[in-house]
């Protein structure tokens, strides 16, 4: 007996290794055959399929052919972006408009959706006299642009272009001025308010988090020094501008804003005639004389009602204009409690369901709408929505369960949890800790949480599911389960501020905020997903690593798809049972950024979080590490409301700059380099460009392609609240670029 188990012992390694090698085999021969596949694609001209080919054969296993090959077809990729974008600057100069817009459109499917191309499109549509398509292009060229100043210009030239003015160039004091000012409109929600009530500040600086979600606490500053008040208000110092900017037509529109937010509608309604005086043919002039009907409707209830209601709609926009649409939506239910005859809330609150994806809901309250209007176009508006709600449903659904197939499979590749369906790539996963290591090695740098997928895989993986995102959220702008996805990709993208936006929307809804990582700690390694809420933290256990990277599965499956759940449905109820450990935020010290990683100080111990970061092995050290870390840090503050947070320092130290001569251009460790934003994201707020099968369904309901437009218009324009106008420095340059500066 002693004798055979020996034998045994002796022979288990030996079927062991036999396994790995036999499961090498098989992963690197699924590779070579993406691999043939990628190269009759290159011969035959069609660089996009054959690089997705490349990639996905890194799926199997690294190689470097594959590699290789990635590199040479994205320098001939850049290399015929440049040549299009030449010959289209030729015929744009020409006056050919049409035929620039067709070399654009071309280079764009070669290039993916790149800020440069959607920019110079808009040029091309203003010319040819297609305003939608010109703005829709212009909003992908501004979401499509990493740099906060050069986002600004693009945005000030779209409302340049809507509004038509003609605009001196200011001076420098005045531009630095409106400079200032546009900043606020964009940190709207963040650090400033529209609330006329709030104290008038300059902007901050760098701070932890701009609002808490929970509560008002004060922001944090770099330092984890609380700021002195709130917000800055926009509408004070708006109200305070003077010289001949205060009397543009961008400026009367925001202060109608401000007046309707404010609950003064007989001063809003006048400045948007006056903007109508200043700018007659302005691109949404149909739109503002709605927005004056409207206003007059709502003016005229009479009474106490008549004022309950109009100080509940006020409260709801600027809630709206804050991203805080749970308290939007209770304004807008005693809103129409007080009045129920009321339609224009009802209406109000049609759309919001809509938006959420609340079909039943949404379908009751367009029902009661139209009982209550009596006007037959207002009726076949709301039709309109009540024959596209099932099928948007269904499309929605659909691009959602794509996102999150690919995002169950990127995470649980990150973090090595072969136990989740992926027993087969025991081999694949010892390669890639060695290449994790000899990558570490190699920069000489400490890593962060995760052992990484081939970054030209994940890149394309996170394209598709940030394609399959923005449709869902066209279909339904404040979906939870969209938003949830579209959080974790625009972290991945590095976008700390846009992944607040959509976080906003899954906060709202009651639904924890969740990115995933790695937990040191607690005498053991483990796969952690990280839930936010208003009361603190839970840290759902996805895995342990013993000292060799080797996972092991938590004592109760974390959630159907062992990520603990990747996606929430706000309407069904969710089962807790997890392997977890729950900390209330009165239990967190303190929470900061520590190079690449969270620090978070309990009473009796810490715990280090290392986020997990897809696409690339990004340093620990270093201001690149420090902003990847304070991404996560604000999270902390803005929805549990944790103040005393740090930040680390994401400029330079003068050691550092001795030390390392920092080189931006150093994309292997320049984590902020954007992956812009991934490709396809730049899709989002473009209702102009609704994917072909949208336009099929709408056929199929017989509604017209503009009726169709027409409802996500409607969507869009109250989630949104009362969009502010950046205020142009200058007149429009219809000049085409070749690079925006």
């Known amino acids: 007996m002693k004798r055979t188990v020996i034998l045994f012992l002796l022979w288990v390694p030996v079927v062991l290794a036999d396994n790995q090698k036999a499961e090498k085999k098989a992963l690197e021969l699924q590779a070579k055959t993406f691999v043939k596949e990628a190269k009759d694609l290159e011969k035959a001209g069609r660089l996009l399929d054959a690089r997705a080919r490349y990639a996905n054969s890194q799926s199997f296993t690294d190689s470097k052919e594959a590699a290789e090959a990635i ?20 015929l744009y100069d020409q006056g050919k408009f049409k035929p620039a817009a067709d070399a654009l459109e071309e280079a764009a499917k070669l290039t993916g959706s790149k800020s440069i191309f959607s920019y110079n499109l808009a040029l091309c549509y203003r010319r040819l006299g297609d305003m939608p398509s010109a703005l829709g292009h212009l909003d992908q060229a501004a ?75 004060p922001p944090v500053t770099a330092g984890g020094h609380k700021a002195a008040a709130r917000t800055a208000n926009l509408c004070q110092v708006l109200t305070a501008l003077n010289g001949p900017a205060a009397q543009s037509a961008a400026v009367v529109f925001d202060l109608a804003n401000c ?132 099928v948007k449903r269904s499309k929605y659904d659909e691009e959602v369960d794509a996102a999150s197939e690919i995002l169950s499979d990127l995470f649980n590749r990150a973090m090595n949890l072969t136990f989740n369906g992926l027993e087969d790539r025991a081999s694949q996963y010892k390669q890639r800790a060695k290449e994790r290591a000899r990558q570490a ?14 970054f030209a895989y994940a890149q394309q993986q996170l394209a598709e599911a940030g394609d399959h995102l923005a449709s869902a959220l066209v279909l339904f702008p404040l979906g939870a389960e969209a938003n949830q996805l579209m959080g974790l ?62 996972p092991t599965a938590p004592a109760k499956q974390a959630g159907e798809d062992g990520l ?29 950024t520590k190079n ?38 604000r999270l ?11 930040l680390g320092a994401e400029g330079l130290t003068g050691y550092e700059k001795v030390k390392l001569g920092y080189d931006m251009a150093n994309a292997a460790l320049n984590i902020t380099t954007s992956l812009n934003p991934i490709g396809a994201i730049g899709a989002l707020q473009s209702f102009v460009q609704i994917t072909r099968e949208v336009q099929g369904v709408a056929k199929s309901l017989h509604v017209t392609f503009a009726g169709w437009l027409r409802t996500i218009e409607d969507q869009q324009e109250l989630q949104s609240g009362n969009t502010f106008k950046l205020i142009p420095t200058e007149s429009a340059a219809l000049s085409f670029v070749e690079e925006i500066k």
């Open 71 to 90: 590199k040479r077809i994205d320098g001939e990729i850049r290399k015929r972006a440049k040549d299009t974008l030449r010959t289209a600057h030729q």
């Open 596 to 633: 690449g990683h969270l620090q978070l100080k309990l009473a009796k111990e810490e715990l280090t979080l290392a986020p997990i970061y897809l696409p690339a092995f990004p340093p620990a050290d270093g201001p690149a590490g420090r902003r990847f870390g304070n991404n996560y840090t």
């Open 441 to 454: 090695a190699k920069h000489k740098v400490r890593v962060v949480g995760g052992f990484t997928v081939p």
């Open 564 to 592: 603990g759940d990747l996606v929430i449905d706000a309407s069904a109820e969710r089962r807790q049972d997890f392997e977890s450990l729950t900390i209330r935020a009165d239990e967190i010290k303190s929470i900061g």
């Open 143 to 217: 979401m499509g642009t990493a740099d906060p100043k050069r986002k600004l210009k693009i945005k000030q030239l779209r409302t340049a272009l809507v509004t038509g003015e003609q605009v001196s160039a200011a001076k420098n004091d005045e531009r630095d001025r409106i400079n200032k000012i546009n900043q606020m409109i964009e940190d709207i929600g963040f650090e400033a308010s529209v609330d006329e009530g709030q104290p008038s500040l300059q902007p901050k600086t760098e701070t932890a988090t701009s609002i808490a979600y929970r509560s008002n606490v």
């Open 489 to 550: 990709v625009l972290l991945q993208a590095n976008d700390g501020r846009s992944s607040m936006r959509s976080f906003d929307v899954v906060a709202a809804q009651s639904l924890p905020v969740a990115f995933y990582a790695e937990m040191r700690g607690r005498h053991q390694d483990h796969a952690v997903k990280c839930e936010l809420t208003r009361d603190g933290l839970r840290l759902i256990y996805l895995s342990s690593y013993d000292k060799n990277a080797k």
């Open 259 to 390: 007046a309707e937010d404010n609950d003064r509608l007989v001063d809003a309604a006048r400045l948007l005639s006056r903007y109508l005086e200043i700018v007659p043919d302005a691109a949404d002039a149909d739109r503002v004389r709605l927005r004056i009907a409207r206003l007059g409707e709502m003016a005229a209830l009479p009474g106490q009602k008549g004022v309950l209601v109009r100080s509940l709609s006020a409260s709801a926009s600027r809630a709206l204009e804050a991203r805080r649409y749970e308290v939007a939506l209770e304004n807008f239910q005693k809103a129409a409690a007080a009045a129920p005859e009321f339609a224009p809330t009802e209406w109000k609150l049609a759309l919001m369901y809509e938006a959420m994806g609340n079909v039943e809901k949404a379908r009751v309250h367009f029902g009661l709408y139209r009982q209550l209007e009596s006007n037959p176009t207002s009726q076949q508006e709301a039709d309109l929505h009540l024959n596209t709600l099932e």
């Open 636 to 646: 902390f503050v803005r929805y549990p409301g944790l103040e005393e947070s740090k």
